[in-house]
Structure formats: C-alpha cells, structure tokens
C-alpha cells in the first residue's frame, strides 16, 4: 500500500509562484508514472503533468512553458513547480501514481493525494 501526502498549496496573486510537493510513503516502486491533476470547482479533473521512471515529462497545453514536474527518487518526492500563475490555475491539485507501468502511456493511477489547494487571484 502506498500513502501520498501534498504539501505547498496556498493563495497568490496572478503572475506569482508556487511549489508544490507530494511525498511517497509505503511500498512504492522503481517503475513509475506520476502525476499532478487539478480540479475546480463545477468543473472536470485535468491533467497537469506526468511524469515517468525515464523522466519523460509531458504537460497539458494550458500549462506548457509556466509548470514544471519532477521526482526526486531518493526522498520519494514528486514536484511540481508553478510559475506566472494564472486565476484560472486555481483549483485543487492532487498527486497520483502508478508503479506497474515503465511509461506514462499505460498509466492508470492507482493512488491518490488528499489533495491541496491552490488559488490565485487576479
């Protein structure tokens, strides 16, 4: 069982950063695609980013070119670094993995973060 926990949301004003953070705890694995997604309110879950064992990243249009994902394998810890915020960026993001695939094309995330909110105002 595997047990992911986010930190690092909170409120920012629009062309601001944050970072947020998602530690792995139980018995993750070698193989791996992780990802953030958001949710607004009233509104579908998107994805962000993904991540996968390789470091193959890939991002969602919105967000190309402002986030950037990344693990650090050695603390279990995914990143997702959010840069020119936008008021539309703002929703609740949660962290998911799954760690019987090599590559993010066959992912289907298993576990899930509790997720942390983000908003930005303009």
């Known amino acids: 069982q595997v047990q992911l926990v986010e930190s690092g949301g909170g409120s920012v004003q629009a062309g601001g950063s944050l970072r947020l953070s998602c530690t792995a705890f139980?018995?993750?694995?070698?193989?791996?695609?992780m990802g953030w997604f958001r949710q607004a309110p009233g509104k579908e879950r998107e994805g962000v980013a993904t991540?996968?064992?390789?470091?193959?990243?890939s991002y969602a249009e919105s967000v190309k070119g402002r986030f950037t994902i990344s693990q650090d394998n050695a603390k279990n810890t995914l990143s997702l670094q959010m840069n020119s915020l936008k008021p539309e960026d703002t929703a609740m993001y949660y962290c998911?993995?799954?760690?019987?695939?090599?590559?993010?094309?066959?992912?289907?995330?298993?576990?899930w973060g509790q997720g942390t909110q983000v908003t930005v105002s303009s």
């Open positions: 139980g018995n993750t694995a070698s193989s791996y695609c």
């Open positions: 998911a993995a799954d760690y019987r695939v090599r590559t993010c094309r066959t992912a289907d995330f298993a576990y």
């Open positions: 991540i996968s064992m390789f470091r193959i990243t």
